[in-house]
């Protein structure tokens, strides 16, 4: 029902930035919380980085904070996420989420994009 595509995936070296979009359409929520999460190969999937729908409220693992910004545009239903200082271990795939609880675990989220594909290189 609620359709999210991520974009803005690639290949940059370590210490560079990429800024991954995810746009949603169909039916959303007034209460509307979207996340990020990641999985590499052989990782189980972990959680990212979430906002609630006033954008106020943002959460990040450990890892990712201080170097990754999650922010969201309601008018254009996007919400973007900011990696500076990139690594090699944050190589993974990066999926969108949505839903209607604040929440960093995996299963709570109804709503998933199809994943883009982040490689850092050395």
Known sequence: QVQLVESGGGLVQAGGSLRLSCAASGRTFS????????????????????????GYNTAYADSEKGRFTISRDNA??????????????????????????????????ADWGQGTQVTVST
Do not use: H
Request: glycine letters at 8%; proline letters at 3%; a positive charge.
């Open 76 to 109: 254009k239903n996007t919400v973007y996420l900011q990696m500076d200082s990139l690594k090699p271990e944050d190589t993974a795939v990066y999926y969108c989420a949505g839903g209607t609880t604040w929440t960093s675990f995996a299963g709570t989220y």
């Open 31 to 54: 209460r509307y919380v979207m996340g990020w999460f990641r999985q590499a190969p052989g990782k189980e999937r972990e959680f990212v980085a979430a906002i609630t729908w006033s």
